[in-house]
């Protein structure tokens, strides 16, 4: 079965960086959009960042310059390297593999 597994979450100051990972098994990896969406209490789950299979990119305009999607496909790993984090960065961040499966979701708190 699909098994998306994140890591890389946790308390980071204003300004710092985080990269997140998902370890994805279950499905071919190399043939499977990837996505990280994330929710921020009391608000709707909002995708913020997705490749293709080929490579291209997307981005919330929030995140355009600060965040950065890629994927090892040796690793069936995807990455989201988050720098210059603010306090509206806060929510539970998802992995998820061909706008279909999830991961449990893991936390990103940015706070003095």
């Known amino acids: 079965q699909v098994r998306l597994v994140e890591s890389g979450g946790g308390l980071v100051q204003p300004g710092g960086s985080l990269r997140l990972s998902c370890a994805a098994s279950?499905?071919?990896?190399?043939?499977?959009?990837m996505s990280w969406y994330r929710q921020a209490p009391g608000k709707v789950r909002e995708l913020v960042a997705a490749?293709?299979?080929?490579?291209?990119?997307d981005y919330l305009d929030a995140v355009k310059g600060r965040f950065t999607i890629d994927r090892d496909n040796a690793k069936n790993t995807v990455y989201l390297q988050m720098n210059s984090l603010n306090p509206e960065d806060t929510a539970v961040y998802y992995c998820?593999?061909?706008?279909?499966?999830w991961g449990q979701g893991i936390q990103v708190t940015v706070s003095s």
């Open positions: 490749i293709t299979t080929g490579g291209h990119t």
């Open positions: 279950g499905f071919t990896f190399s043939a499977a959009a």
């Open positions: 998820n593999a061909r706008w279909l499966h």
